[in-house]
């Protein structure tokens, strides 16, 4: 059954460095999307992306965040200057389909990014 | 907002016993997605129900949907130890031009089945 892949399963990185999250959607789905879940926390939507533009994003997803689809498969976010509060599970999913009746998201596994 | 809201917080049942979630909202939907997650790993989809729909079965999942209540339920029959996880509801506005793509999630129930 195709998945949602996501690498690398945890990252650990110091305050301000730079880190790329990557993911492999489901290889028939258009559209793609990262949430985050702070530890305890709910789920939050950062960015949704079709045909290499950002579509709707959060006001969570500021100018220190980027996402790029660098080829047919992957799917990256990208985030410039690490904070502390920026750890979190960082969540990548696909759909088939935009909104309304058919939007069926699937996640992957996740990576956790620890910042220190 | 839109929020979904997940109740109870926590659940505590045996193996074999059925275990019920629910969930409410707060606006207009397109669609509610149920959604598991056992500790510290990924969403695994379980159910989308459409807002047109008002029932859907899938296995030993049965999801419910009043709009009218904005609420939705879930149930899980003859429960296992496996089913040990948080669920999540989550959904989508409704809105002209199909609305909004991204899923709003409740904070969850956590269900722990005892063997």
């Known amino acids: 059954e195709p998945e949602v892949t996501q690498t690398p399963s945890h990252q650990v990185t110091q305050m301000g460095q730079e880190v790329i999250l990557r993911c492999v959607p489901i290889s028939n789905h258009l559209y793609f999307y990262w949430y985050r879940q702070i530890l305890g926390q709910k789920v939050e939507f950062l960015v949704s992306?079709?045909?290499?533009?950002?579509?709707?994003k959060s006001e969570i997803f500021d100018d220190q965040f980027s996402v790029e689809r660098p080829d047919g498969s992957n799917f990256t976010l990208k985030i410039r200057s690490t904070k502390l509060e920026d750890s979190a599970m960082y969540f990548c999913?696909?759909?088939?389909?935009?909104?309304?009746?058919?939007?069926?998201?699937?996640f992957g596994p996740g990576t956790r990014l620890t910042v220190l | 907002s839109q929020q979904g809201e997940e109740d109870p917080q926590a659940l505590s049942i045996q193996e074999g016993e059925n275990a019920t979630m629910n969930c409410s909202y707060k606006t207009s939907i397109n669609n509610l997605q149920w959604y598991r997650q056992n500790s510290g790993r990924g969403l695994v989809h379980l159910i989308l129900i459409r807002s047109n729909e008002r029932e859907k079965h899938s296995g030993r999942l049965r999801v419910t949907l009043d709009t009218s209540k904005k609420s939705s339920s879930l149930l899980i029959t003859a429960s296992r130890a496996a089913d040990t996880a948080s669920y999540f509801c989550a959904t989508d506005a409704a809105g002209s031009g199909g609305g909004s793509e991204k899923l709003v999630f409740g904070k969850g129930t956590k269900l722990t089945v005892n063997p």
């Open positions: 999913a696909s759909s088939e389909w935009a909104s309304g009746y058919y939007n069926e998201q699937f």
């Open positions: 992306f079709y045909n290499n533009e950002i579509s709707e």
